[in-house]
């Protein structure tokens, strides 16, 4: 009998979608971590460095994350950035001839040892992605390096790993499209740059509207939102944007779940409790996996005063994770 293409893509399509739905049910989970690649910072600089070590030995004392679940990055090669960097800017950041106003614009002094952490970064996010194919969910507690154009930094950025890892599947061919569902209180500029106009790609980014960076580029959508939005209204916006995400029907999300818009942090100028921010990965969370769409998690921004306030919201989206996974049981053949 001849079945046709159309039918058996559609076919494919739902087979796969249980699938996922089944791995995003079960643990465990791909966990990658670059933590041990230890970067030296001038004393008084406001970056976070410790908040990734510290999040690992939480997620671990909590009984959040079995050991088994992490595994350490592996550095990605420069030459794996070049779908989505410059040749120049990938070559002259790696041995150290970079331009002095790029490294100005990244805001992280240039050293050997941040080199390596980037591209770990970046393999981590690649791992994570290639893992969350198969399992249907993965993360890295690193990555949603957001800010990084293709051929220069900026914003504590040095290369984007989602656009590598998006890209990188993409020409692979084992997924068709994929989304970016960004919510770090900073708008993913970066991003959007490298991954606009390409239309296999749908870039979301919720962000403050008077924050940085000052110039945006637009994502396939953006939500400008007002200094000291609430829960209330930042989980309603929410909601709406998810569905548009949801009806491009992507292969994959890459979800930068940056805990910025919390109440307490620095640099965030939003009014979010951790309550609200729960709230807000279990709807990103729960979205993927009611269509049985692969998630990837990245790390993203964290500011707060004092840093725990940072590593709990972080600690909270894991949390998350297994809480949509213990009310979303596994789907059994012949089921919906």
């Not at 953006?222 to 548009?244: P, Q, R, V």
């Not at 992507?250 to 942090?265: M, S, T």
Request: charge should be negative; glycine fraction near 8%; hydrophobic fraction near 40%.
């Amino acid at each position: 009998m001849h079945i046709p293409a159309t039918l058996r893509l559609q076919t494919f399509i739902a087979v796969n979608a249980m699938n996922v739905r089944n791995a995003f049910a079960s643990s465990p989970m791909h966990i990658s971590y670059s933590d041990t690649y230890t970067v030296p910072l001038p004393e008084g600089h406001r970056f976070p460095m410790e908040k990734y070590r510290m999040l690992r030995d939480a997620l671990l004392a909590e009984g959040v994350v079995a050991g088994h679940e992490l595994h350490e990055a592996v550095p990605a090669h420069p030459e794996q950035l070049l779908v989505a960097h410059s040749a120049r800017y990938v070559n002259t950041y790696c041995d150290g001839t970079v331009d002095p106003k790029i490294v100005r614009r990244i805001g992280i002094p240039w050293s050997p040892a941040f080199v390596r952490r980037s591209l770990a970064s970046v393999g981590g996010t690649l791992a994570a992605a290639r893992a969350a194919l198969h399992d249907g969910l993965a993360g890295n507690l690193a990555g949603g390096t957001h800010h990084a154009f293709r051929d220069a930094g900026e914003g504590y950025c040095v290369f984007n790993d989602i656009a590598v890892a998006a890209l990188t599947l993409l020409e692979e061919g084992v997924v068709r499209r994929v989304a970016v569902v960004d919510l770090d209180v900073h708008q993913g500029n970066g991003t959007a740059a490298i991954l606009g106009g390409d239309d296999r790609c749908f870039t979301l980014s919720m962000h403050g509207r008077n924050n940085y960076p000052f110039t945006k580029i637009p994502s396939t959508v953006d939500i400008d939102l007002d200094d000291a939005t609430t829960d209330e209204t930042y989980l309603s916006l929410l909601e709406g944007a998810l569905h548009a995400v949801m009806a491009v029907t992507p292969g994959i999300i890459f979800y930068q779940a940056g805990v910025d818009p919390l109440h307490c942090d620095r640099l965030g100028r939003l009014a979010l409790t951790h309550e609200g921010l729960m709230e807000r990965d279990r709807m990103v969370l729960a979205a993927a996996y009611s269509a049985g769409v692969p998630l990837v998690l990245t790390l993203g921004g964290g500011y707060a005063q004092p840093i725990t306030e940072t590593v709990r919201a972080h600690v909270n989206t894991y949390r998350m994770v297994r809480e949509v996974q213990r009310s979303t049981p596994a789907i059994q053949h012949g089921g919906r």
